[in-house]
């Protein structure tokens, strides 16, 4: 048997496999009886993880500002449990944002932590990362983890201005056991 032979005996039985394989689905569709094409039933994958885009926004003097990249900001690729919510998106963004509890910006503990959603609106705590991706239909989510310095205490609240006239508390009552209550300059002349 010649070469050409065997590749024309080769195209012949494809061929025939072919013929036969739509005779056989032909077939199977004049066997339907609601006239839809049938389909293979696979289930259906349901992933556990998503990747989401973990960014930081400092808010200082009443102004919201985007931390870049090279001061220690940026926005990050993560992957996370679509089941998380809130408090694993903080924990992400303080690992990513505040290694070993230090920033560019100061350490962790001079911070309050917020957590905002894609439009930079606080992200509420009940609510998971597979329920927003449900609800926005976008192919990937980012969040921001939302700083801003903590409050200075009371001892802070007095400063003297720039003509030297002390600022904030003016008054201290001072109470003794013997004495009636007297007031008390919080600006005391050693400090001016």
């Not at 293979?40 to 885009?53: A, F, H």
């Not at 001061?71 to 903080?90: A, F, P």
């Not at 939302?146 to 400063?159: C, G, L, V």
Request: glycine fraction near 8%; include cysteine; hydrophobic fraction near 25%.
């Amino acid at each position: 048997m010649g070469l050409f032979e065997k590749l024309r005996k080769k195209m012949k039985l494809k061929t025939e496999s072919k013929e036969t394989d739509e005779e056989a689905s032909n077939s199977e569709k004049e066997t339907k009886d609601d006239g839809k094409m049938p389909t293979t039933s696979r289930p259906v994958k349901r992933t556990t993880k998503r990747s989401v885009e973990i960014g930081w926004i400092n808010k200082e003097d009443g102004e919201a500002k985007q931390v870049r990249a090279k001061q220690g900001g940026g926005t990050r690729k993560v992957v996370m449990d679509i089941s998380g919510g809130y408090n694993e998106i903080l924990k992400e963004g303080k690992n990513l944002f505040f290694p070993n509890g230090i920033s560019n910006k100061g350490p962790e503990s001079d911070f309050t932590f917020d957590v905002w959603d894609f439009k930079q609106n606080p992200f509420t705590d009940h609510v998971s990362i597979a329920a927003i991706y449900d609800t926005v239909k976008l192919a990937k989510l980012r969040f921001y983890i939302a700083t801003r310095p903590k409050p200075h205490s009371d001892e802070d609240a007095s400063t003297y201005d720039s003509e030297g006239k002390c600022e904030g508390q003016n008054e201290i009552i001072e109470v003794s056991d013997s004495e009636s209550p007297s007031l008390v300059s919080s600006c005391s002349e050693e400090d001016h």
